[in-house]
């Protein structure tokens, strides 16, 4: 795409920071994309006009000027045209930092439209940052990757999975750490204290390594400590809401939900404690995955916290010492409870011999038939992936409908969220249920993302964007995937584009990786000595089956 953009055309397109403003003479551009339904990402209801784009920017929205000429015309008559999605939550940071060019292609997303993932969610994201990104552009993505850092890598590199208090000086040393990825390009700091080792960190702790962070002005990002139990979820709100709060920062709730037999129903308690906060000042926003069932790793969904201290050598340890045999049994049978039960865990990744069967499956084809039992013995020979059915239909509805309740994966292997979750959302919430409109989907998609999450220039169909763009047929839009079949990518994508260059062609993608590490501009005043770190990236200190999520 070679084609110029003179300064004059430019600030034509640009006047009053109208999104249909385009210039009034004759332009060349790349790509034309003709008489579409377009969805700016800030109005609810669509405008028929034409988008140009040369090189990687968007040149104009609205009618395109008599006498311009296109390498390439689109007729997207009848078709959406809308911002590239931005997915809020992703685990698709081994595959972007993948040495396999096939995988960094992350096919899974811009075959459903999402042209930027965010990474480094739950606290597992690297603290070096400059090296993440130095590894993007010698190995360019398939979608653009905005990264948090991760108080898990940041934590382990002085405390590893122990469970103890970091003295001032280990304090010290993580606060540099944090405060460095941010001067390195990191949009936040997030946490997942549900896992382990966060889960050892105390709230106080917490607060003082997020100050380091703060003072940046960048997002607090949690999977919060507790989503499970009646009094522990709505405290672990509470506890996001005060670190924000005290360490000064805008809070960022992960994956909102109300997951389990005890909360099911406490969706409205949990919004208005959002509400009540936003009300007296603070910024909070959250993100949702359109499904009724989590995943994350066995350990992590039924292994008590405390026999996870140590990691996987102590967990087996722990399988074969008698003292400890009655709480460690009351403990996962408590939480085969609050998770509907062993019929509602189905094994989704890991030993090919338990993928597909549930853990009341398990049991049952075992010679005591128990469901304590069966959790164990597969956690005996190896780690796994389950997709838990866990949440109910009228608290997805519930927190979806919210203004600052964005789009998200939480993408994991052998859940179909990870290839459909955009998808799910238009397609069962938008079209058959009637949730939401269709402006309200990409408003959660796009520009609410962009904005909460201070990704600049993209989220929104404007001239001076970065040419992030999909068109999608409003009656074909739909996920493909489902449990039993995980991997079925999504149809209904007419165009994904991703600073200026088409990655899917009518549901087909072109193997093109036209992403990019989209770092956030440091202040120079805050930090003076950063310097881009070259070499390999540092990833997060998680088990090698890290692409997963609660």
């Known amino acids: 795409m070679a084609a110029t953009l003179s300064l004059l055309a430019l600030s034509a397109c640009r006047s009053s920071g109208d999104t249909l403003a385009q210039p009034s003479n004759p332009i060349a551009v790349d790509v034309l994309i003709r008489g579409g339904s377009v969805y700016n990402g800030d109005d609810l209801e669509p405008t028929v006009a034409d988008v140009g784009v040369a090189g990687d920017r968007i040149v104009f929205v609205g009618k395109a000027p008599a006498g311009t000429t296109a390498g390439r015309t689109i007729d997207a008559t009848g078709m959406a045209v809308t911002p590239g999605f931005i997915d809020a939550h992703t685990h698709a940071d081994t595959d972007l930092l993948s040495d396999d060019a096939s995988k960094r292609l992350n096919l899974a997303f811009v075959t459903q439209g999402v042209t930027t993932s965010v990474i480094g969610n739950d606290g597992y ?40 208090a970091p003295t001032a000086q280990q304090l010290d040393a993580m606060k540099k750490l944090v405060a460095g990825a941010i001067c390195q390009g ?54 996001a809401l005060r670190i924000g709060r005290e360490a000064g920062m805008p ?27 936003q009300a007296a000042g603070q910024k909070v926003h959250a993100d949702q995955y359109p499904w009724l069932a989590s995943s994350t790793y066995l350990s992590a969904a039924l292994i008590p ?24 049994r009351a403990g996962i049978a408590e939480n085969l409870r609050l998770r509907n039960g062993a019929a509602a865990v189905l094994i989704a990744a890991g ?17 005591r038939g128990d469901a304590v039992d069966a959790t164990i013995l597969v956690l005996r020979e190896s780690e796994n992936l389950v997709a838990n059915f866990n949440q109910s239909e009228e608290d997805v509805r519930a927190f979806m409908k919210r203004p600052w309740v964005m789009t998200s994966s939480d993408s994991s292997p052998g859940h179909p969220r990870a290839v459909a979750s955009f998808s799910q959302k238009y397609g069962e919430y938008v079209v058959r249920q009637k ?39 409003p009656a074909r839009f739909k996920a493909r995937a489902s449990y039993t079949a995980p991997a079925l990518l999504s149809e209904g994508i007419m165009l994904t584009m991703i600073n200026g260059r088409a990655v899917v062609e009518n549901d087909v993608p072109t193997n093109v990786a036209a992403g990019r590490a989209l770092l956030r501009v440091p202040d120079p005043r805050l930090c003076p000595a950063t310097k881009a770190a070259t070499g390999s990236a540092k990833l997060a200190l998680s088990p090698a089956m890290h692409d997963h999520a609660h």
């Open 125 to 164: 994201g690297g603290y070096d940052i400059a090296g993440q990104a130095e590894r993007m552009r010698a190995n360019p993505p398939g979608t653009n990757a905005a990264m948090f850092v991760g108080f898990g890598p940041v934590r382990q590199s002085q405390l590893a999975n122990n469970n103890v």
């Open 186 to 239: 990191a949009i936040g700091f997030s946490t997942g204290l549900y896992y382990t080792p966060q889960n050892f960190s105390t709230t106080e702790e917490v607060i003082e390594v997020a100050k380091a962070a703060a003072v940046h002005g960048v997002p607090y990002d949690s999977h919060i400590r507790d989503e499970q139990t009646r009094a522990g979820l709505p405290a672990a709100v509470a506890e």
């Open 251 to 277: 809070v960022h709730i992960a994956h909102i939900k109300a997951l389990g037999a005890d909360v099911q129903g406490m969706s409205g308690q949990l919004i208005k404690m959002v509400e009540d906060a």
């Open 305 to 328: 916290a405390w026999a996870n201290a140590g990691g996987r050598p102590a967990l087996l340890q722990r399988f074969d010492d008698p003292a400890v045999q009655e709480r460690l």
């Open 351 to 367: 030993n090919p011999k338990y993928v597909g069967k549930t853990l009341a499956q398990i049991a049952q084809a075992s010679t």
């Open 435 to 473: 949730v939401i409109s269709i402006g309200q989907f990409v408003n959660s998609s796009t520009s609410l993302t962009a904005d909460s999450l201070g990704i600049v220039d993209r989220g929104r169909l404007k001239a001076g964007q970065f040419a992030d763009i999909v068109v999608f047929d």
